[in-house]
């Protein structure tokens, strides 16, 4: 992912909710969300092998992004994307999960982790130290450490605040919040170590260009009822629709 919308016990019938966008390179093969055999919900990465965001039967459910520095890359360095394949397959509680995979992180290119079940969230970067868990409240993620205020994780982040005080449940509203094209002015952009042209390009929630953009947008709620609710849109390099997959499922203990 490369921006991630997160409310915690911030709606009244739904403990969790998550608007999140991925942004990827256009050429780089995936395929959309499906139920994997091992119980995992996700699209894969067909590079790397992982995926970007995931959830299982019981509720956990995990997310990954790239941590935006500009610095050259490793080419032996393993798929962020199988972070997410892994915290999906630990039974730990979430922080413990989070902690020891923030131990292994010197391993992978930057990278935030999110993970999460019914009953707790919790964040890790290889850019930071340690593991933090998350409590009541809307949090917000893109290429740098969680809550970060750049533009669009502030515009995001009040939007969310503010669908969530409506009591609204239906996720149309949620990809609309995700559909935001508009691009931040220059002088409030971040300085991560890529051009200025680029800086601006990655300012959009919804990001539009032949060589990069937004692949994919998804949102996932639980309910306080044991349902759970995961839907994915997939767009072409145009940010035209291509595709949209919907899951509903009663969470198992």
């Known amino acids: ?64 992004t790239n941590f935006r520095e500009g610095i050259p890359r490793d080419p032996d360095a393993p ?8 915290a999906l397959a630990e039974r730990t509680p979430p922080l413990a999960c989070a902690a020891a995979i923030a131990v292994e992180g010197s391993r992978y290119h930057g990278f935030n982790l999110l993970v999460g079940d019914p009953q707790q969230a919790a964040y890790a970067s290889n850019r930071a130290s340690g593991a933090l868990a998350l409590t009541a409240g809307v949090y917000g993620l893109s290429n740098h450490l969680l809550d970060t205020p750049w533009p669009k994780l502030v515009r995001g982040k009040a939007r969310m605040a503010a669908l969530l005080e409506t009591g609204d449940q239906r996720l149309e509203p949620l990809f609309e919040l995700l559909a935001d094209r508009a691009q931040a002015e220059p002088k ?45 849109r997939s767009f072409d390099a145009g940010g035209s629709l291509t595709g949209e997959v919907a899951f509903d499922f009663a969470i198992k203990p």
């Open 188 to 232: 409030s952009l971040p300085s991560t170590g890529i051009s200025s042209e680029w800086e601006r390009l990655l300012s959009s929630a919804f990001i539009v260009d032949p060589r990069y953009g937004t692949r994919c947008s998804t949102v996932l709620t639980l309910g306080r009822d044991g349902t759970a609710r995961f839907a994915e």
């Open 79 to 86: 798929s962020r994307g199988t972070l997410v394949t892994h």
């Open 1 to 64: 992912m490369c921006l991630a919308l997160v409310a915690l016990d911030a709606h009244p019938r739904l403990p969790l909710v998550i608007a999140a966008n991925r942004d990827e390179f256009h050429g780089r093969e995936a395929a959309p969300a499906h139920w994997w055999p091992d119980g995992i919900l996700a699209g894969i990465d067909r590079v790397g092998g992982g995926t970007w965001f995931g959830v299982d039967g019981k509720g956990r459910w995990a997310l990954v």
